[in-house]
T-cell receptor
Framework: AQSVTQLGSHVSVSEGALVLLRCNYS??????LFWYVQYPNQGLQLLLK??????LVKGINGFEAEFKKSETSFHLTKPSAHMSDAAEYFC????????????FGRGTSLIVHP | SAVISQKPSRDICQRGTSLTIQCQVD?????MFWYRQQPGQSLTLIAT?????????ESGFVIDKFPISRPNLTFSTLTVSNMSPEDSSIYLC?????????????????FGPGTRLTVL
């Protein structure tokens, strides 16, 4: 069975500061990992995904995430926060070859202060 | 990636009534999914809808409450029946998109903009 834990329901940063959103997963097979973003009053948009290969994945809007198997983590980072990054971020895991339907974390709300 | 639209984008409904939500995709897809996102919560899968077969419901969701249609490869509807205030949520349609050449065949889900439902 797969599961996702997002540490911190809210993360607050200043504009220009580093963004770090934490995600740990549990999976019985090498997982597929995803980060989605949900802007206010919108649906979910795929930010980036890891399937196989390079463990550092670059996504849209300057975000990136690193798959660390030894730590079962897939933390999302961005070097410099913009006000427009304020949104809800969801980490998700799926198990290729098994139940491919992703399991979502509870989400982390990113707050960006001027 | 597939472009997904949903109608209506939002609605306010009275207790005891039903609402049908439409999901339209700009390409043919095999798998379509319906999720519920309750206020301040993550996504919960309601059911998987394949064209030409009955929808598969997750634990806690039943066909009488959430009937689903999937008449073709680009369209699906979800009905929320006999609504109560507890049904107030965002309802999201998603499709599975397979990366060309992906060895395992299944890859990523893409989401529509959601339908924001308020039940009074």
């Amino acid at each position: 069975a797969q599961s996702v834990t997002q540490l911190g329901s809210h993360v607050s940063v200043s504009e220009g500061a580093l963004v770090l959103l934490r995600c740990n997963y549990s999976s019985s097979v090498p997982p597929y990992l995803f980060w989605y973003v949900q802007y206010p009053n919108q649906g979910l948009q795929l930010l980036l995904k890891y399937t196989t290969g390079a463990t550092l994945v670059k996504g849209i809007n300057g975000f990136e995430a690193e798959f660390k198997k030894s730590e079962t983590s897939f933390h999302l980072t961005k070097p410099s926060a913009h006000m427009s990054d304020a949104a809800e971020y969801f980490c998700a895991v799926s198990e290729p070859g098994g139940s491919y339907i992703p399991t979502f974390g509870r989400g982390t709300s990113l707050i960006v202060h001027p | 990636s597939a472009v997904i639209s949903q109608k209506p984008s939002r609605d306010i409904c009275q207790r005891g009534t039903s609402l049908t939500i439409q999901c339209q995709v700009d390409s043919q897809v095999t798998m379509m999914f319906w999720y519920r996102q309750q206020p301040g919560q993550s996504l919960t899968l309601i059911a998987t809808a394949n064209q030409g077969s009955e929808a598969t419901y997750e634990s806690g969701f039943v066909i009488d409450k959430f009937p689903i249609s999937r008449p073709n490869l680009t369209f699906s509807t979800l009905t929320v029946s006999n609504m109560s205030p507890e049904d107030s949520s965002i309802y999201l349609c998603s499709v599975e998109e397979v990366t060309a050449g992906g060895p395992l065949g299944t890859d990523t889900q893409y989401f529509g903009p959601g339908t924001r439902l308020t039940v009074l």
